[in-house]
């Protein structure tokens, strides 16, 4: 869109320098995020021996698996829910 305002060098070259520091600050943050959930889905070892960086490898579920089926990860999201529900209630507020 143009606004009649000319852009001087100095306004293209510090876009240019804060946009790539800025994709590579998103990369840097994202990519690892990024990681754990392929990893969660891949072989561990795929995973152990770095054969995963893009996508996932040899598909397992084996992990989500051990997850639903482990009873006191399930007990303590509900402690959770209930206590972000039903929350203590004597804290009284400062006076």
Excluded: C, E, H
């Amino acid at each position: 869109m143009k606004t009649g305002v000319r852009r001087s060098k100095a306004d293209v070259v510090y876009d240019t320098v804060n946009i790539t520091f800025l994709t590579l600050l998103l990369i840097m943050v994202l990519y690892p995020l990024y990681f754990v959930v392929i990893a969660s889905f891949s072989d561990p070892s795929a995973v152990g021996t770095g054969k995963v960086i893009l996508f996932p490898k040899g598909i397992n579920l084996n992990g989500y698996d051990l997850i639903f089926k482990y009873k006191q990860l399930w007990i303590g999201y509900r402690n959770t829910v209930l206590y972000t529900i039903g929350g203590p209630r004597s804290a009284s507020p400062l006076p």
